[in-house]
């Protein structure tokens, strides 16, 4: 390697000041630590947000265009159903409740539940049974209780468990899993249409979403176009996401809350870490006018520098990530619901702003070593 030798330099002189490497580490550390944490609970909160899109697995889902989160559905009238599945293009239409009610358990307690009701004929949407039968839901009183972090606010039912929901006895026929828990924090059934509407009380309306099946990616236009003339929005299931995730983003505290936090622990870790390293930098300025007497260029010196903060900037980002994890480990072992999950998405934001916090560290200590002249070294 052409410049191993000015690295390996770089490198003992920054390993054997033992204080200020473990300083530098430890305001990278925790630097990275806090901004893949912040941006590790929206995205776990972001993930949650929109469960019941990803649960249902619907190509498309037509909404009020005042509903920006699946769980505040605003009803939509019973001849949209029959105008949708009329329109060129729609495969098959379903409808969908989704609602939220009080249910009373065997021990006497209340426990808030969110009920989905899924189209009689089709069952469309329904989730994966880990014990029962689907074709159980069709007996009187049916439900079937999703097994998520949830699960134990239902005192862990099993088959047959009964409960009263709004004075109707319920019944639980089986045990499901969905690939996403939902952000309420109260458990999920699933039951009929019919059912749900009849044990909830609604208004006039009940429908919570249309659910449409296209019959090829070339009809989605089509089919928007046609549900827009009808006063109502059709979205694919990317972009009814995308809704959900901008409403949480931009039009509550979450996202603004996070933001300041995660810049917050940016500019905490770029003031340590600039410090930290430029004092390194004055504290051995000998030995770059050393350096730079016996015939090393400025561009070498360089080369140094940048090689000396970015392998201290790296370190201290595969340490921040690695406790992040374990911290999030650890959480969901006492906290099953906790939310946070790191994703790509943070991994890169934090990566790219460690990038930033040694390239501003390494310009402060070249601007000072690209000044220093080698006869001042000796002279002193």
Not at 95 to 105: D, N, R, Y
Not at 161 to 172: A, I, P, W
Not at 234 to 240: C, G, I, V, Y
């Amino acid at each position: 390697m052409k410049h191993s030798g000015i690295f390996r330099i770089g490198f003992k002189l920054l390993v054997n000041d033992k204080a200020k490497f473990s300083a530098l580490l430890i305001g990278i550390t925790f630097s990275v630590f806090l901004m893949v944490q912040m941006t590790a609970m929206f995205a776990g909160i972001l993930n949650r947000a929109y469960s019941t899109v990803t649960n249902i697995g619907a190509s498309m889902w037509i909404i009020d265009p005042a509903v920006f989160t699946p769980t505040s559905s605003i009803p939509l009238p019973d001849y949209l159903l029959d105008a949708v599945r009329s329109i060129d293009g729609v495969s098959y239409a379903v409808p969908l409740f989704v609602g939220g009610a009080q249910v009373k358990l065997a021990s006497g307690t209340y426990q808030s539940v969110s009920v989905v009701g899924l189209d009689d004929a089709s069952l469309f949407g329904r989730p994966e049974l880990e014990q029962g039968r689907i074709e159980d839901i069709y007996a009187d009183n049916s439900f079937l209780v999703v097994n998520d972090s949830e699960f134990l606010k239902m005192e862990s039912p099993k088959i047959g468990t009964s409960f009263e929901l709004n004075d109707h006895r319920g019944v639980v026929v089986g045990i499901a899993k969905v690939s996403q828990s939902a952000l309420t924090g109260v458990p999920t059934l699933y039951t009929t249409y019919k059912r749900a509407i009849e044990y909830i009380p609604t208004t006039r309306f009940t429908i919570s979403y249309v659910l449409v099946e296209p019959k090829s990616d070339a009809d989605i236009t089509a089919i928007k176009d046609q549900v827009a003339r009808l006063g109502y929005l059709a979205l694919t299931k990317d972009e009814f996401n995308k809704r959900v995730a901008n409403y949480y983003t931009y039009k509550t505290g979450v996202g603004t809350n996070i933001m300041l936090m995660t810049l917050i622990s940016f500019i905490v870790g770029l003031s340590i870490s600039g410090q930290t390293f430029y004092t390194f930098i004055l504290e051995n300025l000998e030995k770059f006018g050393a350096l730079k007497a016996i015939g090393a260029k400025g561009r070498e010196l360089i080369y140094m520098i940048l090689f000396m903060a970015t392998f201290t900037a790296l370190i201290g980002y595969g340490l921040g990530v690695g406790l992040c994890t374990l911290a999030i480990y650890l959480a969901r072992l006492r906290l099953p619901d906790y939310a946070a999950i790191i994703t790509l998405w943070n991994l890169g934001l934090a990566f790219g702003m460690v990038i930033i916090i040694a390239g501003v560290s390494s310009y402060f200590g070249i601007r000072r070593v690209l000044k220093i002249e080698p006869f001042e070294i000796f002279r002193g």
